[in-house]
């Protein structure tokens, strides 16, 4: 940040994230991406509807949520003996079985994270038209960036492909509806992250900033 001595407006930098060459922070036109004009790096890219899209993704989340939490998502049988199951019955054996740390680990990645991106996105994606929500959603889009990396469906899901193939010989073992609602939560997951653009929701608040000073300089000028 840098003060003329003229008393010129303060113009923010930001640094390039592959060669560190100091830029004025702009947004690229919609549907268009910026460049840096030193390594070619994309420095934002600014999706049509980003918004729009963001929320549609994410209240599909959240209504795939309640099957794959409540569905089992697989079948195991040896012999007579048969059990199922769910997402939140994988948490309860290991909190059963003495693993308090890892249960209530496996708890926030597998369950609470990935709620509250979905939660979080659609509050902000609904929350960023109205201007009296301008503090909790930006609130909101402080809290997504920290959660944001403690979503691990991904991870979930390579151990039930583990257990799939480790456990195939042993007795058998079948895939129930659950399973199929949790992989299609976890793409619509990472859509809604590739989606999600935090600058567009900081340029609508700004925006609407901008305008509400022009209003208020014309009231006070008539």
């Given at each position: 940040?840098?003060h003329?001595?003229?008393k ?7 640094a390039?994230?592959e060669?560190?060459l100091?830029?004025t ?13 030193r ?6 890219r600014?999706?049509?509807n980003?918004?729009r899209?963001t ?20 079948h ?12 939140v019955?994988g ?11 890892l249960s ?22 609904w ?6 929500l301008?503090?909790?959603v ?24 583990v ?11 079948e895939?129930?509806p659950?399973l ?9 997951a990472?859509?809604t ?9 900081w ?11 022009r209003a ?7």
């Amino acid at each position: 940040m840098q003060h003329g001595r003229d008393k010129t407006p303060t113009h923010w930098q930001r640094a390039c994230h592959e060669c560190d060459l100091l830029l004025t922070g702009r947004l690229a036109p919609p549907g268009q991406k910026l460049l840096c004009p030193r390594c070619n790096a994309t420095l934002h890219r600014n999706a049509k509807n980003s918004i729009r899209y963001t929320a549609a993704l994410s209240l599909t989340g959240l209504v795939l949520f309640i099957p794959t939490a409540s569905l089992p998502l697989l079948h195991f049988s040896i012999f007579a003996f048969g059990a199922e199951n769910t997402l939140v019955n994988g948490v309860l054996s290991l909190f059963d079985a003495g693993y308090i740390w890892l249960s209530t680990l496996v708890l926030f990645c597998s369950v609470l994270a990935p709620l509250g991106k979905f939660l979080l996105l659609a509050f902000i994606c609904w929350g960023s038209g109205w201007a009296f929500l301008d503090r909790p959603v930006g609130a909101a889009v402080r809290w997504y960036q920290h959660l944001k990396e403690w979503g691990m469906l991904d991870v979930y899901m390579l151990g039930i492909l583990v257990a799939l193939i480790k456990m195939s010989d042993l007795g058998k073992m079948e895939v129930e509806p659950g399973l199929y609602c949790f992989v299609a939560m976890m793409l619509v997951a990472n859509l809604t992250t590739l989606s999600f653009d935090p600058q567009a929701v900081w340029d609508r608040m700004g925006r609407r900033r901008e305008r509400r000073l022009r209003a208020a300089g014309a009231g006070e000028s008539s």
